[in-house]
């Protein structure tokens, strides 16, 4: 593939820069405010809920759906906020087929669920058309305690954002240039927009949380943070995307799926042409597999080393893909990268088999011997997980990791060190945003606690 083909220099005839809504139409659109009125009402309000019981933040979904049959979008809107302060892009974002969607008891009848997803995304963008001021408005610092979150994705805001509101001083520690984590730079484009991502950092930043662009660990050390802090939130996430380990996978033409979505979300005139190979078999992979058709791709296949059933990756994302047009190979492990005039030219792969399920209950993969191919491509695209990053922090200031991730008591999120508190991805090797928002906000609960007692 040729520099202009694979660039975001702006040359050629196809350099002609599309907008987001057309390089990404919206997976799943807004409702007008008739579809919505006509939506909310055939909820059945349950009292029991169990929609509200399979979303991590246990927000109250009928009442939030029974205030937009009223019309009452700012109180369905507060309802959200009052327990998920990212609302917004956890209604884009959410596997809701396999959160709340799924448990709502349509299901159950044969009938198609209340669309919970889109109900809540029109509440929430009403919101930011025309914030409320009773929520965004900074609380008085009532509190001598500050506190720290390391790290700008969706674990460190919810925690911020609820410290700050029960009047703590907040500061958020970021290395990027921009807040938000993955939400900003790292969630596929036809979920998450990245200015939906910063309408929320703002409006967080309108609390009064401060917002610091510092690497900890690095140019700030934790010895520094602990001298003005009180209590430490560790919000960072994993790490970069683990390495094949393969000869090759340095070669130009090869960029891991995490950074591939994050240079497509941010130069609106990245472009990929030819055919492309996506190698891994969880939403990440198939995120990366998604933007590549979107992107000019002519072709793209995603291999995985396991079969179709033990692919990690949701039914719904992998049915998405299909309908992309990503074809599939299973049972297919990378042993080396070919390079052809200083780049990626192909993949060189050995067949699979899988043996008996080792400890953690996956089975193993065993290599066919005499079976290696080569498969041509023009880009590679690596998407094996996220390396770990807790054994420094076990080195350093006395908290206990497991396998690479922080380990908490899970009620209160607090580490061996008590100073200490995490959650999101570096505690639970990466889940959904949800999951992460649970996390902060439960610690933030349990930082003021401690602070208080």
Same mark, same amino acid.
């Given at each position: 593939?040729?520099? +202009?083909?694979? !660039?975001?220099?702006?040359?050629?005839?196809?350099?002609?820069?599309?907008?987001?809504?057309?390089?990404?139409?919206?997976?799943?659109?807004?409702?007008?405010?008739?579809?919505?009125?006509?939506?909310?009402?055939?909820?059945?309000?349950?009292?029991?809920?169990?929609?509200?019981?399979?979303?991590?933040?246990?927000?109250?979904?009928?009442?939030?759906?029974?205030?937009?049959?009223?019309?009452?979008?700012?109180?369905?809107?507060?309802?959200?906020?009052?327990?998920?302060?990212?609302?917004?892009?956890?209604?884009?974002?959410?596997?809701?087929?396999?959160?709340?969607?799924?448990?709502?008891?349509?299901?159950?009848?044969?009938?198609?669920?209340?669309?919970?997803?889109?109900?809540? +995304? &029109?509440?929430?963008?009403? &919101?930011?058309?025309?914030?409320?001021?009773?929520?965004?408005?900074? =609380?008085?610092?009532?509190?001598?305690?500050?506190?720290?979150?390391?790290?700008?994705?969706?674990?460190?805001?919810?925690?911020? =954002?609820?410290?700050?509101?029960?009047?703590? =001083?907040?500061?958020?520690?970021?290395?990027?240039?921009?807040?938000?984590?993955?939400?900003?730079?790292?969630?596929?484009?036809?979920?998450?927009?990245?200015?939906?991502?910063?309408?929320?950092?703002?409006?967080?930043?309108?609390?009064?949380?401060?917002?610091?662009?510092?690497?900890?660990?690095? !140019?700030?050390?934790?010895?520094?943070?602990?001298?003005?802090?009180?209590?430490?939130?560790?919000?960072?996430?994993?790490?970069?995307?683990?390495?094949?380990?393969?000869?090759?996978?340095?070669?130009?033409?090869?960029?891991?799926?995490?950074?591939?979505?994050?240079?497509?979300?941010?130069?609106?005139?990245?472009?990929?042409?030819?055919?492309?190979?996506?190698?891994?078999?969880?939403?990440?992979?198939?995120?990366?597999?998604?933007?590549?058709?979107?992107?000019?791709?002519?072709?793209?296949?995603?291999?995985?080393?396991?079969?179709?059933?033990?692919?990690?990756?949701?039914?719904?994302?992998?049915?998405?893909?299909?309908?992309?047009?990503?074809? &599939?190979?299973?049972?297919?492990?990378?042993?080396?990268?070919?390079?052809?005039?200083?780049?990626?030219?192909?993949?060189?792969?050995?067949?699979?088999?899988?043996?008996?399920?080792?400890?953690?209950?996956?089975?193993?993969?065993?290599?066919?011997?005499?079976?290696?191919?080569? &498969?041509?491509?023009?880009?590679?695209?690596? =998407?094996?997980?996220?390396?770990?990053?807790?054994?420094?922090?076990?080195?350093?200031?006395?908290?206990?990791?497991?396998?690479?991730?922080?380990?908490?008591?899970?009620?209160?999120?607090?580490?061996?060190?008590? +100073?200490?508190?995490?959650?999101?991805?570096?505690?639970?090797?990466?889940?959904?945003?949800?999951?992460?928002?649970?996390?902060?906000?439960?610690?933030?609960?349990?930082?003021?606690?401690?602070?208080? !007692?």
């Amino acid at each position: 593939m040729s520099q +202009r083909e694979f !660039s975001s220099n702006g040359t050629g005839p196809e350099s002609r820069v599309l907008s987001p809504e057309s390089r990404f139409p919206e997976l799943h659109p807004a409702l007008d405010a008739h579809a919505a009125a006509i939506e909310a009402n055939r909820c059945l309000f349950c009292y029991d809920a169990p929609c509200t019981a399979a979303c991590p933040t246990h927000i109250d979904v009928p009442r939030f759906i029974k205030k937009i049959t009223t019309d009452n979008l700012r109180g369905s809107a507060l309802t959200i906020l009052s327990s998920n302060v990212l609302g917004l892009s956890c209604s884009r974002v959410c596997p809701v087929d396999v959160l709340c969607e799924g448990a709502c008891v349509m299901v159950r009848e044969n009938y198609k669920p209340i669309e919970i997803g889109r109900l809540q +995304r &029109f509440a929430m963008d009403r &919101f930011y058309e025309k914030p409320d001021p009773t929520w965004t408005t900074p =609380a008085p610092v009532t509190h001598a305690e500050k506190v720290a979150c390391v790290g700008g994705g969706p674990a460190s805001l919810a925690c911020a =954002a609820e410290l700050r509101r029960r009047g703590y =001083a907040v500061t958020v520690f970021d290395n990027r240039p921009l807040p938000g984590g993955l939400n900003t730079y790292g969630v596929a484009e036809y979920k998450l927009r990245p200015q939906d991502s910063l309408r929320e950092v703002e409006m967080i930043r309108s609390l009064g949380v401060e917002f610091r662009q510092s690497l900890v660990g690095e !140019s700030l050390s934790l010895e520094e943070v602990e001298k003005e802090f009180a209590l430490v939130f560790l919000g960072m996430g994993l790490g970069t995307m683990e390495r094949l380990g393969i000869p090759g996978e340095s070669l130009p033409g090869v960029i891991d799926a995490l950074r591939f979505i994050e240079r497509y979300k941010t130069s609106p005139d990245f472009r990929v042409s030819g055919r492309v190979v996506v190698i891994g078999g969880g939403n990440t992979a198939i995120d990366a597999a998604n933007a590549a058709r979107r992107l000019g791709a002519e072709e793209v296949h995603l291999f995985y080393r396991r079969s179709e059933r033990e692919m990690p990756a949701f039914k719904s994302e992998f049915d998405r893909s299909k309908v992309e047009g990503v074809r &599939f190979h299973w049972l297919a492990q990378p042993t080396e990268v070919i390079g052809f005039e200083g780049r990626a030219a192909a993949v060189r792969f050995v067949e699979t088999r899988l043996g008996d399920a080792d400890q953690s209950g996956r089975r193993v993969v065993v290599p066919v011997p005499d079976s290696q191919f080569e &498969f041509a491509c023009d880009l590679v695209i690596p =998407a094996i997980g996220q390396a770990r990053l807790a054994e420094l922090l076990e080195d350093t200031r006395g908290i206990s990791a497991k396998n690479g991730l922080v380990v908490v008591d899970r009620p209160t999120g607090r580490t061996t060190n008590p +100073r200490y508190f995490a959650g999101g991805d570096c505690i639970n090797g990466g889940r959904e945003v949800v999951d992460a928002v649970a996390d902060g906000k439960r610690a933030a609960l349990a930082m003021a606690a401690q602070i208080s !007692s």
